[in-house]
């Protein structure tokens, strides 16, 4: 990754080499949840990390509580003058006192905590942003015991070069600490794919992935990408959007949201929940801590391949015949064993094929035959297969088989 790099962009940046990221990082974000809203406090970042305790999604990997945007005191109060212009958190999380306690409360039930900042003058919320203050914010989240840090890209220089600067200063800020923070790069850009390995622990590649609309586009971004996915750097195609936030805004459809864990975590995408876990559903939490999916996602670490179908964002017509929003992914998932994902998008219900010619993409063919398959849904018994043909009929907007296939 790091050769493919240079070969792009021939800038001096040296390898982001912290020891982390050996696996997608699981966990929380406020952001879809809160926003800047009066709930962004710390009371409710203690509540929703006992929830996450003891509803099990800490016990399976869920360990990042992440801060999103409005964590720091807006006005000119964001710098203190007494202390060479260090962050000042809001009285809403109580101050670097109130902050620092957070982080310990966290660190004594085996979490972590997460904050947000920005490369530019401000951030996308409009409070202090991270420019020319990189080594010292870096410093100062290392002494609140911070454990990882995504930087955004609002107010700053678009180019690629400044970017990777810009992003660079904070990479060896936070390398010079000494302590193992995660970094996040949130660049909004596929061209991140080759060259965020040596930046960060993980690039965003797209935008925000707020509405289902949004969710495909980020997918699309992905799939011309999984060569530079990996253990110590991974592909964000944003957060798991959910259902609801905390005012009862839906986001998306519980079938969406089931469909876009599924291909988070047969892409080895950060899997950061972005909404009310209070609102969560039984039927959210059941998709949110299925092992066998989140297996894909942290024990299987290379990144799915679409394999049969294009484009789903703008509805290309892809190989699969008549269908315009269908696709296929999958994965070497174990010894002659793979899983493969049918994925229908599309408006209407469709029966999505995935024939000879796309098991090939795997390197799959007739020698392997036959099949056990099995539904890590677990929605119906699935036959075993003796031909190189799995079909299945899906539901509009979201509809998903997951199929786990091994050779007997």
Sequence with gaps: MYMRWLAVLPLSVRALDNGLARTPPMGYNTWYDLGCSSLMNATTVRDIATLMIDSGLRELGYNYVNLDGCWVEPGPGARNSSTNATLVPSAAFGGVEGMTALADWLHERDMKLGLYTDRGTQTCQGRMGSRHYEALDAATFATWGVDFVKEDSCFAYADQTSAVNEYSLMRDGLNATGRPIFFSLCGWAPWYGPIG???????RIGGDGSFWKDVLANLDNMAPLAAYAGPGFWLDPDMLVGLRTQDGQVQLTELQMRAQFTLWSLLCAPLLIGSSLFKASSY?????????????????????????????????????SGAQCATVWGKATGPRAWTVALFNAGSQPFNVTCDAGCFRGLNLTESDLPLQAKDLWGAAAMPTLTSLALVAELPASGGVLLARLTAA
């Design 197 to 203: 390995a040596a930046l960060s622990n993980s690039a």
């Design 284 to 320: 959210t939490l059941a998709t949110y801590t299925n092992r066998e999916v989140i297996a894909l996602n942290q024990e299987h670490l290379t990144q799915a391949l679409r394999i049969s179908g294009g484009d789903v964002h703008g509805c290309a017509t892809g190989s699969l």
